[in-house]
């Protein structure tokens, strides 16, 4: 059995940790939220007071964190990660974050002398509490296969993604992927509806056609056809409006660096970032559909329509 250290433990950290302390692991647990401490207790975490003490004596280190700044500043400065953890110490970072964090958390913990690898997921807080989550795994071949048997009582599949920020790279252009799909079910699903079709009847028909995405197949943002939508539940998060809004940005910023035009990806990134100043950050992102409607509804939701006029792309 393993002692893991674990930095953050919110909506995807709580329920990763918890498969971990039920294969019979240590999880020593750090987050700044107590609510999260609380949760992650009650799930068999050891909670420590600082994340000095999460990586004392600890086989790995995973950081479940918002974004690149609370990684940098997890693994950094005095009370971080690299100055208190033993270099024998695997170090994870699993948060969905920029290539340039990614990429500088190698180089330090190189420069350290600690093995780093990032490894993000794909497969939501159901994923997580389900234990199949879809790791993708950038680093050095002998970390990355390290890393593998850490990551196992938490993945339904782990991928070597190929050298150091492959992982992050593959997840940042997997979740473009994912949030152009949104645009599209979100737009057909409201077309089909003003052309008179029974919703659940042209759900069947995409499904079996080359409208299908795993975006129509799990987020249909139309109450009543699929169990795992937000549209059930008044739009209620299963994937927050502002991290989707993240995910794109950050798809875009390495379009950027990369000289690539991603314009599907400028017209999301335009969808969250209203659905943002309109106050709905924390709603559900399949609530873009909102604002292809002629009145601003979406169906299933009880708000209020369309507030705020659509930013330029970008
Ligand atoms: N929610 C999803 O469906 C999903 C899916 C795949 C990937 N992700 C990614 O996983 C990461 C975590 O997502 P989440 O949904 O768990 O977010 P979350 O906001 O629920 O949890 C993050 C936790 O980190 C804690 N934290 C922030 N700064 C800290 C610090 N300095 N020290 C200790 N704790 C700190 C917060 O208090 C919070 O509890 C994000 O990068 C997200 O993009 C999320």
Redesign the pocket.
Known sequence: MATYGW???????APMTANLTAAGHTVRG????AA?MAEAEAGGVTPVGS?AEAVQGADVVFT????GD?VR??FGGDEGIWAHADTGTLLID????DVETSQFCHDESARRGFRFVDA??????SGAAAATLAFMVGGESEAVEAAAAFIEPMSGKTIAAGGATTGISAKICNNMMLFIDLMAAAEGSQLADRLGLDPKVFWEIASVSSGRSWAQQTWYPVPGIIDSAAANNNYDA??RAD?AL??VTLALDAGELTGVTLEAAQLAQGRFRRLVDDGLADRDCSLISKYVSPDGTAPGYEGVGTVTPMRDAG
């Open positions: 930095i953050g433990l919110g909506n995807m950290g750090f987050d700044l939220d999260a994340v479940m964190l918002p974004k609370h500043a997890v699993s948060s969905t974050v993000p997921v794909s497969g939501g807080i299963t994937f991290l993240k995910d």
